[in-house]
Each structure stands twice: as structure tokens, then as C-alpha cells.
């Protein structure tokens, strides 16, 4: 049995009723011309079904309840597939918003832990003849963006291929499965690993006091650069139960790189406006929009793109969103300035004391889920927005056209909103997962950022 490593294993142990720790993603498809009546049952019992599963998806706990945390993983030889691919229908008039509604239940509900952890359901009834596809996979086996790499891998620009193959599909060992580590904490490198690095690393940590000083004296005279707790306490910040609300919605490129051209900024910071703008609308219909602007933890790549030097270098940067501010071209510029503050400061800092000073600004999150903390502290921020970069073509399924990949993400305690995008070809997808209680009727949120955006388009 392969071992579990101390993240994975994690993931297990904080996972309960109120937190399920799995993250999912929804693919809408136009079948083929000429696709009959029975495509979607065709699509589960030739392509999702029939297929021999990878050991990655065939793996489960091999201890489903630990008290004390779960340690080794257990392959099964099977896999039952009628458990895990599943034919749902959404019910009349078959909306998008039926749709949500079903996949806002899959989302808050736990996965087996006697079974490998993932589900898929293939749904049909759609009122437009397109048929959906939702995925859920447990933390502990894959991460959110590794899940829609899995997903998009499935798909082919060639709208005549059909040799198209599920994710969960066993691969070609040149092909793009992960095998099991031999390392007993996949995760964590090697000692030999951690040894050759060692002296570098004390080298590191020697220095990041001075340049943890640096950055808060910036911070104090530097008005653009938000740090971890200048967030004001909101109603996304307080404890979130099991049931989740799940909205979709594209947007198309232009529309965005039309705002970006005229002010000059980059579509990370649009997104931002417009989420900002969406945020502002909401909460002042629930009467509960603070004074001070909320602020979000945005995973960024902090490499200059006119370098030559290769590689990624990624880190989470604390964001204002100018909710404070009613105009809309006020707010642009207020995020601006706190993205270019904060991705200044981590360029100082060398790749170690970039992870480390991102693993600060990410460690709050885990104080917010501390009993009582509600009580007393400040959240380190009020939300996640996350930009998953996708497929740069238009993508097809054994000739099904992929109209939309939407995200599906964690609330936890102290986070009831999460916000991902998929930015896939001409498009923007925007995936939100709400805690149902917390963050009542998110799917305003919707509509909020339609007007946002078109509020900065406005002025171009």
C-alpha cells in the first residue's frame, strides 16, 4: 500500500459535514451534428464507462476513519463504475439554473471514503440539447488545477477526433499519468533533496527578517500594498455549514482586454474590478457592506514576462478591491496600485523568501479556522479569486464542443466565497462556490458583475 503523504493526509483529517475537501469542475458540451436523442447515454457507456481507471483514481483511504489522521493509501484492483459515473437529468424547464441547483448539491456532499474519491455525473435534459459533465475529486488525490488539467487533457482541438478518453482513464506510461512515489511523504522532498539545499536555505531564512522589516515599513507609508488582517470583518467571514450554492457564468475575452488596453492594466487587475464591483452590489443588498474595501488572496505568477529566464515563480498576493469605492474606474485603479505594490515586493525577494513570505499571507486562513478565533481576530482577507489558465483553443470531446469549463471550489470557515476562473480561448468562465447560509442567494453575484464590467466598459 503506497503511503500518504502529510498534505494529502491533511486534506482527510480537517475534511467533516461542514467542510467537504473536494473540488470539482463543470463542462458544458454541444453534441455533435447529427448526435441523437441517446448521445448522452452513448458518451457514459463508450467513453466514461468502459475504460480501464488509472491508479490515481483508483485510490482510497486505507483506513476510511482515522481519528488520528489517515497514513497509507489503498488501490483498488476494481472500481466499481456504476458508482462513480453516474446519468442524472436536470428537471423541467432544464435551465442553467436547474443545473447549478444540481451541481450546488454534489458539491456539498461528502465522497465515499470506501470507494476511491471522485465522482462523475454525466447530465442530460437540458432545454438547449447540450449535455453537462461534472467532476468532483477529493484534495487528497489532485488539487484544483491539476483537476481541470486532467479535464481539459480529456478534450482535443481536433473536432474529428474520436479517440477522446475520460480523465480518470488509464494512461501510456509517456502519457500524463502521475504514478505513486516511492518517497513516503509525496510532497516533501527527499533528505538528500533537503540536505544538498540546506546551507542555501539557512542563507534564506537568515535574511527574510530584514526584508520582512523592509515590507512593513512599505506598508505603512506605501498606501497601494495590502497585507494579511487589513481585511474588515463581513458576513463571508464567519462559520459556514454543509450545504453549497454553485453559480456559473462566461464572459467573453474582448470584453475584458477592451478595459485592460484603455487603463492600461492587466486582466488579472479587470478581474479583480469587476469581482470588486460584483462584491460591492452584493453585500449592499444584504445591508452588510462595510466601510473599509474587502481584500482578496490572489495565487499570481510573480515572473516578468519580458525575462528570458524560464521556469514559473508563484506566490499569493493579499489584493484590495476597492468595494469602498463607487466608481468604477476609481476601484480599477485602486487594485492596480495594490497588485503592482505587492508583486514589486515579492520580486525583492529570492524564491525561498517568496514562498515563505506566500506561505504567511495563506497561514492566516488557518487562524480564521480556530474555534473562537471569530471572536477575536480579524480575517486575513475576506475571499480567494484564482485565474486557472486553460486551453488556448477551442476544445472537443469525440466531437462534442466544449462551450464552458467552470471551477467549483472549497468554502471553509472564515471563507464562505470562493471565486475561480478558467480563462479558456475567447472566454472567461467564472465558477462561484458559496456556503448556502453564509453567502445567501450568491447567484445575485451573477448579475453584479455583469454590471461591473459593463460599467468599466462604459468608460473605454
Known amino acids: 500500500m503506497p503511503s500518504m ?24 458540451f454541444s453534441p455533435p451534428e447529427g448526435a441523437g436523442p441517446g448521445y448522452a447515454r452513448e458518451v457514459l457507456t463508450d467513453r466514461l464507462m468502459n475504460t480501464e481507471v488509472s491508479t490515481r483514481f483508483r485510490m482510497r483511504p ?12 489503498h488501490v483498488d484492483p476494481v472500481v466499481d463504475m456504476d458508482h462513480h459515473v453516474r446519468r442524472s437529468a436536470v428537471p423541467s424547464p432544464g435551465r442553467l439554473r436547474e443545473l447549478f441547483e444540481l451541481t ?23 432545454a438547449d440539447g447540450r449535455v453537462a459533465v461534472f467532476t468532483k475529486v477529493h484534495h487528497a488525490l489532485v488539487d484544483g488545477v491539476s483537476a481541470l488539467q486532467l479535464m ?76 494579511p488582517f487589513d481585511a474588515p470583518r463581513t458576513i463571508l467571514n464567519e462559520k459556514v455549514g454543509g450545504a453549497r450554492r454553485f453559480v456559473a457564468q462566461s464572459f467573453g475575452m474582448d470584453r475584458f482586454r477592451v478595459v485592460c488596453k484603455t487603463h492600461d492594466v492587466s486582466l488579472n487587475d479587470v478581474v479583480l474590478a469587476v469581482c470588486g464591483g460584483g462584491l460591492r452590489a452584493y453585500l449592499q443588498e444584504l445591508d452588510a457592506l462595510p466601510e473599509r474595501s474587502l481584500t482578496a488572496m490572489c495565487p499570481v505568477n510573480l515572473r516578468d514576462e519580458s525575462s528570458e529566464v524560464g521556469g514559473n515563480e508563484i506566490g499569493a498576493i493579499i489584493a484590495g478591491l476597492g468595494t469602498d469605492l463607487a466608481d468604477p474606474v476609481d476601484r480599477l485603479e485602486a487594485v492596480h496600485e495594490s497588485t503592482v505594490a505587492a508583486k514589486q515586493t515579492m520580486r525583492e525577494l529570492s524564491p525561498l523568501q517568496i514562498l515563505l ?70 472566454q472567461v468562465d467564472f465558477g462561484i462556490t458559496a456556503c448556502r447560509s453564509s453567502a445567501p442567494s450568491v447567484q445575485r453575484m451573477i448579475h453584479h458583475m455583469e454590471d461591473a464590467l459593463a460599467a468599466l466598459e462604459a468608460t473605454c
Open 104 to 126: 450546488s448539491r454534489w458539491q456539498g456532499s461528502l465522497l465515499d471514503r470506501h470507494r476511491p474519491l471522485w465522482e462523475a455525473h454525466v447530465v442530460e435534459g437540458l
Open 357 to 426: 513570505m506566500s506561505g504567511f499571507n495563506i497561514a492566516g486562513l488557518g487562524l480564521s479556522m480556530l474555534p473562537t478565533y471569530d471572536l477575536v481576530g480579524r480575517p486575513p482577507f475576506n475571499v480567494i479569486i484564482s485565474n486557472v489558465p486553460g486551453p488556448r483553443q477551442q476544445m472537443y470531446f469525440n466531437g462534442a464542443h466544449l462551450d464552458g469549463l467552470f471551477p467549483a471550489s472549497i468554502p471553509l470557515d472564515g471563507l464562505a466565497m470562493n471565486i475561480t476562473l478558467v480563462t479558456y480561448d475567447d
Open 152 to 227: 481539459q487533457r480529456s478534450c482535443s482541438p481536433d473536432p474529428d477526433a474520436r479517440d477522446c478518453e475520460a480523465p480518470w482513464a488509464l494512461r501510456s506510461p509517456t502519457g500524463h499519468e502521475r504514478s505513486v512515489s516511492n518517497n513516503p511523504f509525496p510532497g516533501v522532498p527527499l533528505l538528500s533533496s533537503v540536505w544538498r539545499s540546506g546551507v542555501d536555505a539557512v542563507g534564506e531564512l537568515v535574511s527574510i527578517g530584514p526584508n520582512a522589516l523592509k515590507i512593513a515599513t512599505r506598508s505603512l507609508r506605501d498606501t497601494g500594498l495590502v497585507t
Open 5 to 28: 503523504g502529510p498534505v494529502d493526509s491533511g486534506f482527510l483529517l480537517i475534511e467533516s459535514r461542514e467542510h467537504p475537501m473536494h473540488v470539482g469542475g463543470l463542462q458544458l
Open 62 to 73: 486505507a483506513e476510511p476513519v482515522g481519528t488520528l489522521g489517515n497514513f497509507r493509501w
